[in-house]
C-alpha cells in the first residue's frame, strides 16, 4: 500500500490542524491505521491508531483531548485533527498502514513520506 502524507504546516500554540493520509494500491477497509511522530532528536513514537472499520481507535496520553483519529473508507482516507496545539507538539508526522492488535499496537508494513508540524509559542 502507498501512502501520502498531507496538511501539515506552521501553526501558533492552541491552534488546529488537520492531517490526512490518503492510501492507494490496496483495499483501505482491510487495513488498520496510525499515525506517529518524530520530533529532531528523539526516536519516532507512537500517536493514535484506528481499526479498519473506525470502530476502536487509541491515544498517546499526550495527546488525548486534543487530537482525534478518524477514517473515511470510501475515500481511502486517514485523518488526525489536531486541537489546543502546544510546541511540543511539533515534529514529523508520519502515517503508517498495518493490523491494529487488541491493545491498540499497529503492526505496521507501510509508511507515509511524513509532514511537517511546528506549533510556535
Known amino acids: 500500500v502507498q501512502l501520502q502524507a498531507s496538511g501539515g504546516g506552521l501553526v501558533q500554540t492552541g491552534g488546529s490542524l488537520r492531517l490526512s493520509c490518503a492510501a492507494s494500491g490496496e483495499p483501505f477497509d482491510r487495513l488498520g491505521m496510525g499515525w506517529f511522530r518524530q520530533a529532531p532528536g528523539e526516536e519516532r513514537s507512537f500517536v493514535a491508531t484506528i481499526t479498519w472499520n473506525g470502530g476502536n481507535t487509541w491515544y498517546a496520553d499526550a495527546v488525548k483531548g486534543r487530537f482525534i483519529i478518524s477514517r473515511d473508507n470510501a475515500k481511502s482516507t486517514m485523518y488526525l485533527q489536531m486541537s489546543n496545539l502546544k510546541p511540543e507538539d511539533t515534529a514529523v508526522y508520519y502515517c503508517?498502514?498495518?493490523?491494529?492488535?487488541?491493545?491498540?499496537?499497529?503492526?505496521?508494513?507501510?509508511w507515509g513520506q511524513g509532514t511537517q508540524v511546528t506549533v510556535s509559542s
Open positions: 503508517a498502514a498495518g493490523a491494529t492488535t487488541s491493545r491498540g499496537n499497529l503492526v505496521t508494513r507501510s
